[in-house]
DNA sequence: CGGTGACTTGACAGGATTCAACAGAAGTGG
DNA sequence: CCACTTCTGTTGAATCCTGTCAAGTCACCG
């Protein structure tokens, strides 16, 4: 596939004129990567952002001890670090391919340039910017207000939704990764899945998960009292 | 003094043509607050952004249970409450003064408008978001990777390097928000404080802060094992 | 078939919150 | 100016969640 038919499907350059997805596209590099290779590191010298082309990426941070923190898993079509494009110098966190992948490397000077030259691809910009603002706050609300059982809950309960709110959940990621996702553990994480059955909750068999008391998750991620509440 | 003059030193404004500078000035409008005050809350509608002309807010996020997170502090000529203006819908967080204070109302119309007109207006905006997912990126990585210890100690070292490297540090808010903003609660904190004191690593009256052991600080940031270690 | 990765479970320790009581500072009002 | 309330900060004891350490199962792959 080309590039510029990449380019156009991206939500972020919606709206540019051809020739500027074409000026882009000669910028573009495509990179392609392994399961587990590492796209960026925090700290290192950004001169450019990525495109998820196919597979998918996990953006994160990672404590002295080796603890994971995930701020994003990217699907297709979703640019990363693009933060030091805007504001210079590194990195912020560590990008990872989960699985094999393609992705679209721009370099930052010709972007830039663009940017000041067309509006509505700072606008989109502006746009995508402040929804991963939002994406963070809620991060920071569960991980520093609710306990991992909300958090699970939250997540659950975001899963049905986005799939049109189903019962029947899949989940797509390994659950060592949910845990650092949900800022854990793969012990806590498996613990409180077993506490969510044994009250009823969910119903679990490998990485398949039926709700079965929507209205209990509901209480639970609003930061409900903990199952298998003993008083 | 005129509203012109306040716009004209905010740095998002950096570079505006005075005319454009006027055309804000005209539907912008003030609001004084007083200590304690609400200015917005969360899932409130917004229709516009602050920004802060004298006196402090702060920007947090409430549990159930009523405990707080401070996502920012703002000081003079910082704008805030600014992320809706690009998403559209509600605001994602609380905002409160901390002391009596004059902020500026900009209505999200017209603003809008001046963006798409302004390239450079827009650079800076991407750049001033830019700079708070930045911010954001770390305070997730400290709530989730860190101990309270080793959050506090980054903040005390912060607190340094911000008044150009000095030992002697003087708190300027209450402890009670200093834990807010460290994800953990006062009792928490008081006791990691004396902690600390107890180990040398600092000196400590009231709000007066003396770094006696910048080294062993430093250390305890970066996620070493707590303060009296006694394995 | 040995080996690696994903996942689970148990025992345990430790950090942090909760509940409670209290002292000092600050601000209010008579 | 003093009594009183409120706010701020500190300390103690008990509890609980979560991470750590360790072991072990199961599935998949070379």
Redesign the interface.
């Known amino acids: 596939m080309k590039i510029e038919d990449v380019l156009e499907r991206v939500p972020m350059f919606k709206g540019l004129p051809t020739e500027q997805i074409e000026a882009l596209a000669r910028i573009a590099t495509v990179r392609t990567v392994k399961r587990g290779d590492i796209i960026f590191s925090e700290g290192q010298d950004a001169d450019g952002f990525y495109i998820t082309v196919t597979g998918r990426v996990k953006i994160f941070?990672?404590?002295?001890?080796g603890?994971e923190?995930v701020?994003h898993i990217l699907d297709m079509l979703e640019p990363f670090g693009?933060?030091?494009?805007?504001?210079g110098g590194r990195f912020?966190?560590n990008a990872q391919a989960l699985e094999e992948s393609k992705v679209l490397f721009l370099p930052r000077s010709g972007f830039?340039q663009l940017?000041?030259?067309d509006?509505?691809l700072?606008?989109n910009?502006?746009?995508l910017?402040?929804?991963?603002?939002?994406q963070?706050?809620?991060?920071?609300?569960e991980?520093?207000?609710?306990e991992v059982p909300a958090r699970l809950a939250s997540y659950l309960l975001y899963l049905s939704e986005r799939d049109k709110g189903t019962n029947d959940l899949e989940l797509d990621i390994p659950k060592v990764l949910l845990a650092n996702v949900l800022?854990t553990i793969p012990e806590t994480l498996s613990r409180i899945l077993a506490r969510m059955v044994h009250d009823h909750y969910i119903r679990l068999e490998g990485r398949r998960i039926t709700i079965i008391d929507r209205g209990g998750l509901e209480e639970l991620a609003?930061?409900?009292r903990a199952a298998s509440e003993q008083r």
């Open positions: 941070k990672v404590s002295p001890g603890k923190q701020l693009e933060v030091p494009v805007f504001t912020p966190a830039m940017v000041k030259g509006p509505s700072a606008t910009l502006l746009a910017l402040s929804m991963r603002l939002r963070f706050a809620r991060l920071v609300e991980l520093s207000l609710k800022g609003a930061g409900a």
